[in-house]
């Protein structure tokens, strides 16, 4: 007797409880929206501003959708600019980083994980320790040694610094993915007459692709938007990437801001559109590099 | 023995890339930029002269050339904002669309859009923002009437405002990433626990007070560490607004660093260099220390049978 009538009230609570959530659910939308506003109005502006004419940008038609949609803004960009030259830069550099960690981070931690060493688990935290240290320590260092040797403005003094500093976040992601895979997997083809190197080749490599995709993924956007060292290190316009560029048509270009626009939108676009189809794996990869840290 | 000795050599070529990359970029580096920072140097002809710990004292002392101390707290000022307004909005953001809401997916993709994109262009655009004539600010200000509150130079313009104006957009920038992160665990609650919470008559405020925000310490660990190193990091936007100009009132260490870099003074921008890794790793500490778990009483806990 007792017992039904606190289920009862139990009943009548939760239908409380639903009811009060439809006034917080209209707030949390309201936040939501809110927040959507802050963050896309400013890509708004950049998208508009760059296909109309400085009358209708200063005062004429601010915030509206263009009236004349400019898209010789886009050509000029190109042409005042060194835009096609400085995106395949960005795509040169960033694809051969991303080699160089893949290959470098599977196999160090193919070493690290599946081989039996002492010491292996200190090596591990040593190469962890590269995730905090910042990419300027370097700086200077290699801006010396990059003079002494004859290496300025080529693609390898961009290559090999975003390697090495994304090798830390390479290994971790390689390590989480790695662990997954059972170490019978490996006993079985070692029984096979598979060495460490068979092991690795056939084995690992093989089930290694999502990481691969994650760790891709994470080292693609760490260089194609790097400025600091691909501003001071690239003093050619043939190797410059894109961020520089982007940079020097904006201190340059002060009159024309359709033009800036433009440009700013042409770096932009691209990553936007892969981000509709792959928003899902690009947030991914990002969560896996940070959460695991 | 043979066998052994086979296993260890290919262990050692399995590493033998990344040690290369790891020892050559990112320690030498760290060893060099130690003992460079002992000495002064003249231009980039390789001379030099030993001088201690000058460059440490003169990054302090010197405020008339260097002034690293304003730098310095510009960095500690863009970490508090940060730690204290970026992560309570992504937090949030973060606990709001963990409530199961509709269009869940689209939110989340819009809110870490900006991280995607180059921190140079993010600064162009601000930089078009805060134009004091033409940008987008003034003219709604001048909508609500309260255009004569923008200083007539702009507000980058303007020292007074300059700090605020330029921090603002990496803090708007960065917010989707901390939410993204803090969502992951926010998701990973389980959703029994939230049940029974709200069947014991939790409101929502209390479920996300009382297990929601716990079970996601160690995230918020990790967001507030990235924040801090992050900001005293920060670089890219910071240029773009300056332009070819260092003496900015929103100086950052990493635009000293880069200016003595350019300038030859290797010392001075090695001592720069020195400092943000021990203030990296000292704030990655004291964070983790911060974080480690406590008692209700706020006692450290011990392990007790």
Redesign the interface.
């Known amino acids: 007797m007792a017992e039904k009538s606190i289920l009862k009230n ?1 009943d009548l ?2 239908y409380k ?1 639903k009811k ?2 439809k006034v ?2 209209v707030l ?2 309201i ?2 929206v809110i ?2 506003i ?3 109005f ?2 708004y ?2 998208l508009t ?1 760059s296909l109309k004419n400085n009358s209708e ?3 004429e038609n ?2 509206g959708l263009p009236k004349y949609w400019l898209f010789s803004n886009y050509a000029d960009a190109m042409a005042r600019g060194n835009m096609p030259r400085n995106f395949l830069n960005s795509i040169i550099v960033s694809v051969a980083t991303i080699a ?1 960690v893949l ?3 599977l ?2 931690t ?3 994980t599946r ?1 039996a ?1 002492k010491g292996s688990k200190l ?1 591990n935290s ?2 962890m320790l ?1 995730i ?13 040694l990059l ?1 002494k040797v004859g290496l300025m403005s080529t693609y390898t003094s961009l290559i ?2 975003y ?3 994304g ?2 976040m390479g ?1 971790m992601i390689c390590t989480g993915f790695m662990n997954d895979i059972p170490k019978e997997l490996d006993e079985a083809a070692n029984i096979d007459g598979c ?3 068979g092991i ?1 080749f056939r084995v690992i490599v093989p089930l290694m692709k999502p990481a691969l995709a994650t760790i891709g993924i994470y080292t693609f ?1 760490q260089s ?2 790097e ?2 060292f691909a ?2 290190f690239i003093n050619d316009s043939a190797h410059k990437t ?2 520089v560029g ?2 020097e048509l ?2 340059r270009t002060t009159t024309d ?1 359709g033009i ?2 433009a440009g ?1 939108s042409i ?2 676009l691209p ?2 559109i892969v ?1 509709v189809f792959l ?2 794996r ?2 991914e990869s ?2 896996v590099g ?2 695991k ?1 | 023995m043979t066998k052994k000795k086979r296993k260890g050599i290919t262990i050692f070529l399995f590493l033998l890339p990344a040690l290369l990359l790891f020892f050559g970029i990112l320690v030498a580096p760290i060893i060099s930029s130690v003992y460079n920072s002992l000495y002064q140097y003249e231009g980039f002809s390789g001379d030099k002269t030993f001088v201690g710990i000058q460059n440490y004292v003169d990054l302090f002392e010197n405020k008339a050339v260097y002034d690293f101390g304003t730098a310095l707290k510009n960095a500690f000022i863009l970490a508090a904002l940060s730690v204290f307004i970026q992560l309570p909005l992504s937090l949030g953001l973060a606990l709001m669309l963990g409530k199961g809401i509709k269009g869940e997916r689209f939110y989340l993709s819009v809110y870490f859009m900006p991280v995607l994109i180059s921190a140079v262009v993010i600064g162009a655009l601000w930089s078009k923002i805060y134009n004091p004539t033409y940008g987008i600010l003034h003219y709604f200000m001048e909508k609500l009437g309260i255009a004569n509150l923008m200083p007539a130079t702009g507000f980058v313009g303007d020292p007074d405002t300059a700090l605020i104006a330029v921090f603002i957009p990496t803090i708007w920038q960065y917010v989707g990433y901390h939410m993204l992160l803090m969502y992951a665990g926010v998701k990973s609650v389980s959703p029994e626990l939230r049940e029974a919470a709200m069947l014991d008559g939790a409101t929502d405020g209390q479920v996300d007070r009382y297990i929601v925000i716990p079970s996601i310490k160690q995230i918020i660990k990790v967001s507030v560490i990235f924040a801090i190193t992050g900001s005293l990091k920060s670089y890219d936007l910071i240029k773009v607004f300056a332009g070819s100009n260092y003496n900015v009132p929103y100086n950052v260490p990493s635009l000293m660093l880069v200016r003595n870099v350019l300038g030859g003074h290797g010392g001075i921008g090695s001592a720069i260099a020195v400092m943000m890794i021990i203030l990296c790793f000292a704030f990655a500490i004291i964070i983790n220390q911060i974080f480690k778990e406590r008692d209700p009483y706020g006692g450290k806990k011990h392990i007790k049978e």
């Open positions: 139990n609570e939760i409880v009060t959530n917080v659910k949390i939308y936040g939501l927040w959507v802050i963050d896309l400013p890509i502006y950049l501003f940008i200063f005062g601010v915030i160089i290959i470098a981070g196999m160090a193919y070493a690290i081989i060493w090596l040593i190469f590269g905090t240290i910042p990419i300027h320590v370097a700086l200077y260092p290699i801006y010396v003079h090999v610094p390697a090495a500093f090798l830390s290994i060495g460490l190197w690795f956007l194609w938007n400025f600091m501003s001071i894109l961020p982007i940079a904006q201190g801001w800036v626009g700013l770096a932009t990553m936007l981000y928003s899902k690009i947030q990002f969560m940070a959460v840290g």
